[in-house]
């Protein structure tokens, strides 16, 4: 009896120490973890990609944020700094009061050529005046030369301030208008060399005196050529393109 109940206590299986279903237990767990590691991986990964994203972005964004800062005076200040004259530059914009609501390259150019003309046109009778003054044929003769420049000249500055008055919903400029307005202003500055240099070649003791009453005239078209000269970058330190 004893012998038979050996066999049958050994015939008798331990499922929990089966090797196969140790095995299958094993892999089962094996198969959890590796399922759990995988959705941490993803969702760490997943969690990079946005932090990345996101600076990506914010980067981008401040890359796009005007370098300059919204106060006028600060503003004219970055636009007069590219000229030759940036005192002058900034003198001549802030007497005319006329600060714009939402400071720009743009509107300060508009108000550059504005104090442009209006000292032009101020200056522009002073060869008139002279020529009662002077016997010298010469000079009078050069002065006359004067006064036909510098109405070009005028006209050529009114004709850029024209292309600047847009309406509603217009482009105020555009690389056509930039190019134009360029090729009138410089035809302007060339006007009034060429009034001094008449003047010069004739040897008038006048040309120092008109000389001396266009200078701010010239520093204001110098000003003006320069702002727009490099309006593509001044539009983008305010973060505006061009038309």
């Known amino acids: 009896m004893e012998s038979l109940n050996l066999v049958k206590g050994y015939g008798k299986i331990n499922l929990s120490e089966d090797p196969a279903s140790s095995l299958s237990t094993r892999r089962a767990a094996h198969k959890r973890r590796l399922a759990i590691a995988l959705t941490l991986t993803l969702f760490l990964t997943l969690l990079i990609c946005a932090l990345v994203g996101a600076f990506i972005h914010a980067s981008n964004s401040k890359d796009r944020t005007p370098s300059v ?77 004067c006064v036909s420049l510098f109405d070009d000249a005028l006209s050529q500055l009114n004709q850029s301030a024209e292309l600047l008055q847009v309406g509603p919903g217009e482009k105020a400029l555009t690389d056509k208008k930039v190019k134009d307005m360029q090729t009138w202003i410089s035809a302007s500055m060339t006007d009034q060399d060429t009034c001094l240099e008449g003047l010069d070649e004739m040897g008038s003791p006048l040309v120092g005196e008109v000389k001396a009453r266009v200078q701010n005239a010239k520093e204001y078209m110098s000003n003006t050529l320069a702002i727009l000269s490099n309006m593509p970058s001044l539009l983008q330190k305010f973060g505006i393109t061009l038309h």
Not at 77 to 98: G, M, N, R, Y
């Open 69 to 145: 800062s919204s106060n006028s005076a600060d503003s004219l200040k970055a636009v007069c700094a590219v000229t030759q004259h940036p005192e002058s530059c900034f003198d001549s914009i802030s007497s005319l009061h006329s600060s714009p609501q939402k400071p720009d390259p743009e509107q300060f150019l508009n108000l550059s050529l504005q104090a442009t003309i209006r000292e032009l046109t101020n200056v522009s009778s002073l060869p008139k005046s002279l020529i009662s003054k002077v016997n010298d044929p010469g000079t009078v003769s050069a002065l006359k030369d």
